[in-house]
């Protein structure tokens, strides 16, 4: 049962990328000015109590004449203090859609995740450590703070909202952050992290932000980030990238998001209350 919640955990977190909403204020920033609309956008993302967002990541691989492509769509409803989520997901690979409701809220400084695999209701504790994968503000926050060589695109409307849109890239340390964010120690077990990490390069973004500092939409360019990642597990196998033949063709994570602070609460399933609670 620990490996279907693992599975279901790093899934989420990968599909999820981190995200982070929203807040309020009463000054609009300088939407020609890049780097005021990014500071405006800390300030109001800091201050989020609850969002919705709706995510698609989008993978296709090939190896050789054959190719894989998978679509993870999500749905997801977040509220603060105290913390509670609601993530529906499906996943699509040209097979049977496979989908998921998990709800996770606090109890105390323990974390408890409900999830429901084919049909039925299973219940783990999780701990703060466990719980960061999911920290979407914080990550988003993250990509905030570290984006660099960034510029404004362009404009456009979100529902029927006006956003400036900015595009630069994460690198060095953040970069690191952002893949560890992604479950990389319990996937890789033993495999020695700091190697994995070396020479990713950069992680492209785009944000579309509006005047009062609210990120209506995300998206990001993993794929050339992926590609190398794979290269560098397939090397420290013992193999080379030439050897693995995997090709990453398209790796693209894209987030909207809405209902900032107009979440009141989320309500689980009595059904899913019910089920026995294991430990992490």
């Not at 955990?9 to 920033?29: D, I, R, V, Y």
């Not at 990014?38 to 109590?49: F, G, P, W």
């Not at 960034?150 to 952050?177: K, L």
Request: charged share 20%.
């Amino acid at each position: 049962m620990k490996n279907i919640f693992k599975k279901t955990a790093a899934l989420c977190a990968a599909a999820l990328l981190a995200l982070s909403m929203a807040g309020c204020s009463k000054e609009s920033a300088d939407t020609t000015d890049p780097e005021a609309l990014l500071k405006k956008a800390q300030e109001t993302m800091a201050d989020v109590t609850s969002m919705s967002a709706d995510m698609v990541m989008t993978q296709e691989m090939a190896y050789g004449e054959e190719s894989y492509t998978a679509t993870v769509s999500m749905h997801t409803l977040t509220t603060q203090d105290p913390t509670a989520m609601q993530i529906e997901m499906v996943t699509e690979d040209g097979t049977t859609p496979i989908s998921s409701t998990i709800y996770v809220k606090e109890e105390g400084d323990q974390y408890i995740m409900y999830a429901n695999v084919d049909g039925t209701w299973f219940a783990q504790s999780i701990d703060a450590a466990d719980l960061e994968q999911y920290e979407t503000q914080d990550n988003m926050n993250l990509y905030l703070s570290n984006i660099s060589s960034f510029t404004i695109e362009g404009t456009e409307t979100i529902n029927e909202t006006e956003t400036t849109i900015i595009s630069g890239v994460i690198t060095g340390d953040a970069m690191q952050e952002a893949v560890s964010s992604l479950g990389m120690e319990e996937i890789l077990g033993e495999t020695d992290l700091a190697e994995l990490y070396e020479d990713l390069g950069d992680l492209p973004i785009r944000m579309w932000i509006d005047a009062d500092g609210y990120v209506l939409k995300y998206e990001m360019d993993l794929t050339e980030m992926m590609q190398k990642m794979m290269d560098k597990m397939v090397e420290m196998l013992g193999g080379t990238a030439e050897d693995s033949g995997i090709s990453v063709v398209n790796v693209t994570a894209v987030m909207t998001c809405g209902d900032f602070n107009e979440i009141t609460s989320i309500e689980i399933p009595a059904e899913a209350l019910e089920a026995t609670v294991i430990s992490g």
